[in-house]
């Protein structure tokens, strides 16, 4: 067990980011609401998955709905508790932490808000090791653990519990459901005793971000290069060094789509990148060929100060490192494959981890 | 207090079907549904409104979305006790008797199969006079009563409870939640406790719809004029005579939505009428004038045997006697035509009673 400050939360944020693979939101918005809310309610306790007791109730929160339209429908924080209250009432037991469903800028640091205002413990760890779009794409799936009960809250008082045979009609009601919220929802979901959280959570997720956070911020102070600290935390790669030359993007289905084109720079001038995106990244297509595919992560850095650029923050001109991160082993089983592999996308290809083609 | 068995079913569903106004679903299909319920688990005690205490908690339940769909997806009547029950469960107070929604082929019945089955009396009343496309369309919302906390089932085993700040949000909900079901969905909603139902529905709904069904049976058996039984019972006027020559029908946000033309006979040869509809039928237009709009009832009655020809059976070649039936006074007034008058309905006219164009 650790408290989590508000200074902590400058590091937790940026580093959500870089494993938000361009989605989960904007993380400087995100550290701003948790921010808020520890200095209200005071820091949070952050405990390792172990210490759960195996009848502990926990509950993940966050929010869903397409990254752009999340950053204009700022939560107050109050539909968040309120989600996450509602589902507690309806389980009729006290919930005794916590956790994020995915990392990302907002979604790696909405669940400390609910922590802070209701004094909760959150739990060290996630249920992808990253962020990904739908809601049944997380490690509880794999080990038939369901999504509902579930409740989504909205900022205008209309709220919603499902209750779904599996995880896919979870994410098919929610999504049509926060479509009609106005493209953005706070939701609680996957809620879990200790024992199913001990084996079905990718663990640890909280302080591997922290430390992604702060070898960015101390690089940069320290006149290091960021990327590499950043590869060095994480075991990733970088795949391509280029400028931003378009980017289109759409809202379709509730999800924020698009691809965008990087014309290459230094080693790499005269090629392409493309990178495809449904909230996420998807795939980094280098002239013609997909070199990086879910499940790893396709995160592209600000070539100067080592920031992750999420999918709405990019534009015309701006100099990114892509990089490549391997994702966690629960994904690269057939089962994992099926779930979030690139054909799940549609994408006809083989996925090759990523340390396959850049490894050395 | 009087007792419903298989045999008044004939009749029920018949005369549901008259109100029902081209919507509510296929009235053969629903009779048999209640009565395999009564059949199984015995007659069904029917309430006046005036012996329910002002205390009591009465459940409405019904089917919805598109009457097309509804009846290639019936429901095999647990799924709506589940509905229902899961509603009670949430109100934690025992529900004292189930109430009908709407008047139509099957949402009339769906309520007999959830009384018989859960041993519970239904209240002789509903909450429109007859049957309406949207969620909020009735009269407690006239009243100011919530359509939520309200429950949906489909047959695969998915569920959702809402809770909404008003009765639009509570139809924009539950139609997408409804159309994800695949079309149709089993729905428990607007819970009411007696002395709310004593102000706020539409009273002796059931006994009127057996009078009507009645009044077409017992016509046929006498070789009378079934219409005019029909006219007789509900104070309803001849509209128009005719052959059915086009109808064009699509399903669209979850409603069956489209048109029918009519080419007149006998006394109206010469002329045509078009109906449009949502589900129900919103306006019959006849050589290009609004002659009956809702929320006054406009029913196709076949010419030959006075029965309902909802909109579903309607086809080619079809002689049917066009019929405008005054609604229930609630709908007449400033806020009631808010709610269902025909600028609602996106028809830029004044309502004008039926009787004020075709009373003598």
Redesign the interface.
């Known amino acids: 067990m650790r408290w989590i400050d508000e200074k902590a939360l400058e590091d937790i944020a940026m580093g959500a980011a870089v494993l938000g693979t361009g989605g989960g939101g904007d993380p400087y918005i995100g550290k701003l609401m948790a921010q808020q809310a520890i200095r209200e309610h005071g820091p949070v306790r952050l405990i390792e998955v172990d210490e759960l007791a195996d009848d502990d109730l926990v509950v993940p929160a966050a929010m869903m709905g397409a990254p752009t339209v999340m950053v204009e429908k700022l939560p107050r924080g109050d539909e968040v508790v309120k989600a996450f209250k509602a589902l507690e009432a309806y389980l009729g037991t006290p919930v005794k932490a916590v956790m994020s469903i995915e990392a990302g800028g907002l979604n790696s640091t909405v669940p400390f808000s609910v922590a802070a205002r209701l004094g909760l413990p959150l739990v060290d760890g996630d249920t992808m090791g990253r962020a990904f779009p739908e809601i049944q794409m997380v490690t509880p799936t794999l080990f038939g653990i369901s999504a509902t009960p579930m409740t989504l809250a909205d900022d205008?008082?209309?709220?919603?519990?499902?209750?779904?045979?599996d995880n896919r009609?979870t994410e098919?009601?929610a999504r049509?459901?926060t479509?009609?919220m106005g493209g953005a929802s706070m939701i609680a979901l996957y809620p879990m005793r200790g024992a199913q959280v001990k084996k079905a959570v990718v663990r640890g997720t909280i302080t591997l971000i922290e430390r992604i956070g702060k070898s960015i911020r101390e690089a940069r102070q320290n006149k290091a290069d960021p990327i590499e600290a950043v590869l060095s935390v994480t075991g990733g790669f970088r795949v391509f060094v280029g400028k931003i030359i378009d980017v289109a993007r759409r809202t379709e289905s509730g999800f924020a789509k698009g691809e965008a084109t990087l014309a290459g720079i230094d080693a790499d001038r005269g090629h392409t990148l493309k990178i495809e995106f449904q909230n996420e990244h998807l795939v980094a297509i280098r002239d013609g060929e997909v070199v990086v595919s879910v499940p790893d992560l396709i995160t592209l850095l600000d070539a100067e100060t080592g920031e992750p650029v999420t999918t709405e923050a990019m534009r015309y001109g701006l100099r990114v490192v892509t990089v490549g991160i391997p994702c966690t082993e629960l994904w690269r089983s057939p089962e994992g494959l099926a779930l979030v592999g690139p054909r799940y996308f549609g994408y006809d290809i083989e996925y090759v981890p990523v340390e396959k083609r850049f490894g050395h």
């Open positions: 205008k008082g209309n709220s919603a519990l499902l209750s779904t045979i009609w098919r009601f049509s459901i479509i009609d």
